[in-house]
């Protein structure tokens, strides 16, 4: 059984607290940190740019960045998040919704040494993986409509991890499952006991010790 993997999203950080904030989540056991770029096309928020990420990897040098492309435009943006440090890249189904340009897009992170990531959002099915799956190193199943951290977890989309990790078992895969939106404490467990090898969380893990709220989240499994 393989380790459960925390990625707090930064979208819920107190930047009036940066500093004390980012020496919690060194402090912690969070391996990845979740960075959710949103271009205010994709979806109806703007977030940061490549700068933000250039700060965070030479604050938290030890974590893994985990770009969330949530914009009209992944093929523009995915060389500009590596060469700011990013180690994988996600990118939506949704911008596309063809699989052979899904297909492409992720061999080109590859080529540019990073790791590749394919989101859906709830709405997409996710049989439309079938044949992108082989090509990803991760899948990313958004348990909110993105946009917005502090949403309500979806667990209808406990289904789609179910089906993912049969297949993913199955055809022995070497894709890792994560899950985004609605993470806290009962909803993770829901997650992990359905298949999910990575918790993004936002509003659960800034709320409060940040330390003690990934813990918990790590104690799940
Ligand atoms: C939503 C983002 C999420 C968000 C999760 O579009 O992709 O990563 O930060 O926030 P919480 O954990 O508060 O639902
Ligand atoms: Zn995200």
Redesign the pocket.
């Known amino acids: 059984m393989s380790e459960l993997i925390i990625a707090p999203?930064i979208?819920?950080l107190d930047y009036s607290k940066f500093e004390s904030q980012c020496d919690e989540l060194c402090a912690s056991e969070a391996k990845w940190l979740?960075f959710?770029v949103m271009d205010g096309h994709f979806?109806p928020n703007l977030t940061f740019g490549p700068d933000i990420l250039k700060g965070y990897k030479k604050r938290c040098p030890d974590l893994v960045m985990d770009v969330?492309l949530?914009v009209e435009d992944p093929t523009f943006f995915a060389p500009v998040f590596i060469d700011a440090g990013a180690d994988v890249i996600t990118f939506h189904y949704e911008v596309f919704n063809d699989e052979e340009k899904c297909i492409e897009l992720a061999r080109k992170i590859h080529a540019l040494g990073a790791k590749a990531g394919i989101s859906i959002k709830p709405k997409t099915l996710a049989e439309r993986l079938k044949n992108i799956l082989p090509e990803v190193d991760l899948v990313l199943i958004?348990s909110?409509e993105?946009?917005?951290?502090?949403?309500a977890f979806m667990a209808a989309m406990l289904d789609k991890v179910r089906v993912l990790r049969q297949q993913i078992d199955a055809d022995q895969l070497a894709c890792v499952i994560e899950i985004?939106?609605?993470?806290k404490d009962q909803t993770g467990k829901l997650a992990v006991d359905a298949g999910v090898d990575v918790l993004?969380?936002?509003?659960?893990v800034f709320k409060g010790d940040i330390k003690a709220n990934v813990h918990t989240l790590k104690c799940l499994k």
């Open positions: 999203s979208l819920s979740h959710d979806v969330h949530m958004m909110v993105p946009g917005f951290g502090g949403q985004d939106g609605g993470i993004v969380a936002g509003s659960y």
